[in-house]
């Protein structure tokens, strides 16, 4: 179901590119963890993947719409008390790009994300759901860096943080929960604007 979801949303950013934008295919890894619960490192490898479509505003100046299946959350380390968590989320990153020189782009922005699952296994017995505890919403900061390698493909690299908590904290945990996270991606340019 979620996938079907995402795929759905995607068709719609599609439509968006005959308005003389820009269309990407982007193919990525996140590297996460969340602060708060006590667990530390960049330890939860997880996917990111979907479309993208950008606007020129300016001579040197862009904005970028993305809509991306993300896997996000923490895992421990032989050294922690045991703890995992995955979050499966539709990604919507909005950020302008400044073009810093020819092949480089510098990127800012907010990320919206809307949440699918949440799991948390705190005993290495197993995932537990524990969506109800946790906002729908997650509203990320984030920053990054482009790297154009030909016409049609570029690399990214990417820094989030999230600008409130992910959890009602008063019900799972005692303080709140921040997703941080990187995500290094490639991308295609599928139809490039005439404009």
């Excluded at 963890?33 to 100046?61: R, S």
């Excluded at 995992?84 to 539709?90: E, L």
């Excluded at 990417?158 to 009602?168: E, G, Q």
């Amino acid at each position: 179901m979620k996938i079907l979801l995402f795929f759905l949303l995607s068709i719609n950013v599609c439509t968006v590119f005959a308005q003389g934008l820009d269309g990407k295919v982007i193919l990525g890894l996140n590297v996460a963890q969340v602060d708060g619960d006590f667990i530390w490192g960049y330890n939860k490898p997880g996917i990111n993947t979907g479309l993208a479509g950008t606007l020129k505003l300016a001579k040197k100046m862009k904005f970028q719409l993305e809509i991306l299946y993300s896997i996000k959350g923490a895992g421990s380390t032989i050294s922690q008390p045991f703890l995992k968590s995955s979050f499966d989320y539709i990604d919507f990153p909005l950020t302008i790009m400044y073009e810093a020189q020819k092949k480089w782009h510098l990127q800012f922005g907010m990320c919206i994300n809307y949440l699918l699952s949440a799991k948390y296994d705190m005993s290495g017995f197993g995932y537990n759901d524990v969506k109800y505890v946790m906002h729908t919403f997650d509203f990320a900061y984030l920053a990054g860096i482009e790297y154009k390698l030909a016409e049609e493909w570029a690399i990214n690299a990417r820094w989030l943080y999230s600008a409130i908590p992910i959890n009602n904290y008063n019900l799972l945990f005692t303080r709140g929960l921040y997703h941080n996270y990187l995500t290094f991606s490639i991308r295609y340019t599928f139809i490039k604007s005439t404009h």
